[in-house]
C-alpha cells in the first residue's frame, strides 16, 4: 500500500507588522524597485528563527506571481545602498487605482447579467443557461467514503 501524501508543509509565516518591517526601512505593500529593475509588493518578513530578529527576510510577491525574498538580509541603509528602492508615490497611487478598477469593473459586469436576467424575468422569457451561476462543488463528507469503503 502506497504512503499517504500530505499536504503541503506550510513555510514559516510572514510577520507584517510595523515593528518587523521597519529595519528594512519598507511596509507592508510598498511597491520596491530591485537594482535590476524589476518592481514587487512587499508581503512580509520571515525569519529562520523568530527569536533573533537579524535572521530576518523582506518577502515580495511579483507582477507574475511569485514569491521571492530580497537579497541581502541586512538592514535599509544597506539595502539602498545595494539599490533596492521604495517606488514612488505616484506608481503606489497608480496601483490602487488599477485594482479599484478592476474590482469595480468586476462589480459592473454582475450588475448588467442581473439587468439582463430582470428583463428575461419580466418579459416572462426561460432564463438562458449561461447566465445563471455556475453550481458550486460540494464536498464529500468524510461519512460518505467510509460507506463506499464497506
Known sequence: ?????????????????????????????DIVRTPLGITGTVIGVKYENPEQKETGRVWVKYENGHEAPLEPKLGAGY????????????????RDV??????????????????????????????PEELLPKPKATKKKKDDKDKKKK
Open 79 to 94: 539595502m539602498s545602498a545595494l539599490g533596492y528602492r521604495r517606488c514612488s508615490e505616484a506608481d503606489h497611487i497608480r
Open 1 to 29: 500500500m502506497a504512503p499517504k501524501k500530505l499536504g503541503k508543509k506550510k513555510g514559516p509565516t510572514y510577520y507584517t507588522t510595523d515593528e518587523d518591517m521597519a529595519p528594512f526601512g519598507f511596509k507592508l505593500h
Open 98 to 127: 488599477e485594482q479599484h478598477e478592476e474590482a469595480q469593473k468586476k462589480v459592473d459586469d454582475q450588475r448588467k447579467v442581473v439587468a439582463q436576467i430582470m428583463s428575461y424575468k419580466e418579459q416572462g422569457l426561460p432564463i
